[in-house]
C-alpha cells in the first residue's frame, strides 16, 4: 500500500528566507502526489498537484515542487516565505479512493 | 460560494450519545469522502461514495455509518460515541475521472 513520509515534524523559518519541505512516499505506479496546507482552524487547501508530464510543478501562493522518481521524493519549496505561510504543510499521494496523507510539517514564519 | 460545507462546525457530546455531521458540495462532483483527523493532525480517510454507493471503508467501527440523500450530500452518523471518537472530521468531494479532492472546513468533535 502507498505511503507518505514527512520527516520534519516542525520547521522554523525567518520571513523572506526560503522554504523546502520534505516529503518521501512509497507507491507502487506512477504516483498522484498533492501539496496541501492547512491554516488554524481551517480546511485543507491544495497548493499543488503532480500526475505526470514535467517534474517541477507550481502551485498557488508562490509553491513549487519537484518530483524525483529516483528518490521517491516530492519536496516543496518556496523561495521567499511570508508571515502568512504559517501553517501545517500536508503531502499526500493518491489515488483519490486510497489517498494517503503524510503526518504534516508545522511551518512557523519568524519575523 | 462555499464548495464543500459541514455542519456543525463545533460538536460536544457526551459518551454515549448519537450525532451526525453534515456535508454538503456546490461542485457538481460525484464523489464525496470523510476523514478523521486526530490530535497529533494525522488523517486518514475513513469513506468515500460515488453515486451513493460505498466505493471504500476503511476499518472504522461500524458505529460509523456515511448517509447519502442525494449527490450533493453525504452526512456522518456516529452512533454510541466514544472518548476516542474525538477529533476533526473532514469532508472532501471529487470529481469523476480527476484526482483532486476539495476539502471542507472540518467539525470539531469533543466527546466528554
Known amino acids: 500500500a502507498q505511503s507518505v513520509t514527512q520527516p520534519d515534524i516542525h520547521i522554523t523559518v525567518s520571513e523572506g528566507a526560503s522554504l523546502e519541505l520534505r516529503c518521501n512516499y512509497s507507491y507502487g505506479a506512477t504516483p498522484y502526489l498533492f501539496w496541501y496546507v492547512q491554516s488554524p482552524g481551517q480546511g485543507l487547501q491544495l497548493l499543488l498537484k503532480y500526475f505526470s508530464g514535467d517534474t517541477l510543478v507550481q502551485g498557488i501562493k508562490g509553491f513549487e515542487a519537484e518530483f524525483k522518481r529516483s528518490q521517491s521524493s516530492f519536496n516543496l519549496r518556496k523561495p521567499s516565505v511570508h508571515w502568512s505561510d504559517a501553517a501545517e504543510y500536508f503531502c499526500a499521494v493518491g489515488p483519490n479512493n486510497d489517498m494517503r496523507f503524510g503526518a504534516g510539517t508545522r511551518l512557523t514564519v519568524k519575523p | 460560494d462555499t464548495a464543500v460545507s459541514q455542519t456543525p462546525k463545533y460538536l460536544v457530546t457526551q459518551m454515549g450519545n448519537d450525532k451526525s455531521i453534515k456535508c454538503e458540495q456546490n461542485?457538481?462532483?460525484?464523489?464525496m469522502y470523510w476523514y478523521k483527523q486526530d490530535s497529533k493532525k494525522f488523517l486518514k480517510i475513513m469513506f468515500s461514495?460515488?453515486?451513493?454507493?460505498?466505493?471504500i471503508n476503511e476499518t472504522v467501527p461500524n458505529r460509523f455509518s456515511p448517509k447519502s440523500p442525494d449527490k450533493a450530500h453525504l452526512n456522518l452518523h456516529i452512533n454510541s460515541l466514544e472518548l476516542g471518537d474525538s477529533a476533526v472530521y473532514f469532508c472532501a468531494s471529487s470529481e469523476a475521472g480527476r484526482n483532486e479532492q476539495f476539502f471542507g472546513p472540518g467539525t470539531r468533535l469533543t466527546v466528554l
Open positions: 461542485l457538481g462532483h460525484d464523489t
Open positions: 461514495y460515488n453515486n451513493k454507493e460505498l466505493i
